[in-house]
C-alpha cells in the first residue's frame, strides 16, 4: 500500500444550518466508509481561509493566501491506497464534488535513505 494526500478544493459554505448538517453527514459517512475498508492513515482537519504565505530566499511573509474560490484548500486528508488509479477510485465519492469542488490527489514520495 501506497500513501496520499487528498487536498479538497473549492468547497462552498452551506447556505442554510440544515444543509450544514446534511453535508457534515455526508462528509462523516465517506469517512466511516474509507476508515472501516482501512484506507484512513490521518483523518486530517478541515482548513481556515486565512494564513501567511513566505516567499524568496529572504522568506518574505504577506497575508494569504488569497485564492480564488476554486483554488481554495479547505483541508485535507492522509489515505492509504494501492495506487493512483485505486485513490482515485477511492476519491470519486468524496462530498466536495457535489458542490463543484476537487480532490487533488498527490502521491507521497519516501524520502528514505
Not at 468547497?11 to 455526508?26: G, H, N, T, V
Amino acid at each position: 500500500m501506497s500513501e496520499f494526500l487528498y487536498l479538497f478544493r473549492g468547497w462552498e459554505a452551506p447556505e442554510s444550518p440544515d444543509e450544514a448538517q446534511q453535508q457534515i453527514l455526508k462528509w462523516s459517512t465517506w469517512f466511516k466508509s474509507l476508515a472501516a475498508k482501512g484506507h484512513i492513515k490521518d483523518r486530517g482537519h478541515p482548513l481556515d481561509r486565512g494564513g501567511k504565505v513566505l516567499k524568496g530566499k529572504k522568506g518574505a511573509v504577506t497575508d494569504g493566501p488569497y485564492a480564488e474560490t476554486k483554488d481554495f484548500v479547505g483541508g485535507y486528508t492522509l489515505i492509504e491506497a494501492r495506487d493512483l488509479a485505486h485513490a482515485s477510485e477511492l476519491a470519486s465519492g468524496c462530498p466536495v464534488l457535489e458542490t463543484g469542488g476537487a480532490v487533488e490527489i498527490r502521491p507521497i514520495l519516501s524520502l528514505r535513505a
